[in-house]
């Protein structure tokens, strides 16, 4: 595996992407009932790069007991993988932005399980309203 470094003191190389995880793994888990503690580092620094980092950490903890869940993240109509962290419930996702792109202020990041990011993905494919389609939980992101 290699060294992912660091984000803003997050280490990235306990984070593995699930496509270094093998193509034959099996389909996640439903979550009902989710419990999550968040947590998010932004970058805004214009001296060190060209664009505003945004990191989403989740602890995340499912009613039926739920180990391997599959999740998808929306922020602002764009989706973006979701990485599952050695440690059992971690969960990371990433994105970034030109720092002219990335307005302070509050991003909602919707996180979805394998089959509401499934109705999303059809309802964007067909032109329909994607506001019907629920996530499973959502994090606000405030970056200055």
């Not at 979701?82 to 969960?91: C, E, H, I, K, S």
């Not at 030109?98 to 302070?104: D, I, L, M, T």
């Amino acid at each position: 595996r290699a060294s992912m470094g660091c984000v803003g003191g997050v280490s990235l190389d306990s984070w593995v992407s699930p496509l270094t995880r093998g193509a034959g793994a099996a389909a996640g888990e439903p979550c009902p009932e989710p419990t999550i503690v968040p947590s998010y580092y932004t970058t805004s620094d214009a001296v060190i790069s060209s664009e505003s980092v945004f990191v989403v950490e989740i602890s995340l903890a499912c009613k039926n007991g739920a180990q391997n869940v599959a999740l998808y993240a929306d922020v602002n109509g764009k989706q973006f993988p979701v990485t599952r962290g050695q440690d059992v419930g971690r969960y990371q996702v990433s994105w970034s932005l030109e720092h002219r792109s990335a307005q302070s202020g509050t991003y909602e990041v919707k996180f979805f399980d394998e089959e509401s990011y499934s109705a999303l993905r059809k309802a964007q494919r067909n032109n329909e309203d994607v506001s019907r389609i629920r996530p499973l939980f959502t994090v606000n992101v405030d970056h200055r």
